[in-house]
Nanobody, 123 residues
Framework: QLQLVESGGGLVQPGGSLRLACVAS????????IGWFRQAPGKEREDISC????????NYADSVKGRFTISRDNAKNTVYLQMSSLKPEDTAVYYC????????????????WGQGTQVTVSS
């Protein structure tokens, strides 16, 4: 069974950058598309990005397009989310996720995600 562990969150000033990592174990990551979503207190979950199993296709929510970049290194079983020009409204817990079936994006319904990593954007 696929297991995912996120890391790389922290406190950053507005305009700053962070790179999140999602390390997979249990199964080879290169079979699956991987998505990132975020959850802020009092707000609905927001799906923000997805990358296909080969990395050839990516997509982004409008709220992060042009500022976030998703990538993957299947040899390292890792997916990354490079976040730049961060805003206070990006503050949330970030999760990487999969449905353990889809190789392409979008992923309709996630069934596996990690514990999340907190990103706080504040001066």
């Amino acid at each position: 069974q696929l297991q995912l562990v996120e890391s790389g969150g922290g406190l950053v000033q507005p305009g700053g950058s962070l790179r999140l990592a999602c390390v997979a174990s249990g199964e080879a990551l290169d079979y699956f598309a991987i998505g990132w979503f975020r959850q802020a207190p009092g707000k609905e979950r927001e799906d923000i990005s997805c990358i296909s199993h080969t990395g050839d296709t990516t997509n982004y929510a409008d709220s992060v397009k042009g500022r976030f970049t998703i990538s993957r290194d299947n040899a390292k079983n890792t997916v990354y989310l490079q976040m730049s020009s961060l805003k206070p409204e990006d503050t949330a817990v970030y999760y990487c996720a999969s449905d353990e079936v889809s190789a392409l994006c979008p992923i309709d319904k996630y069934d596996t995600w990690g514990q999340g990593t907190q990103v706080t954007v504040s001066s």
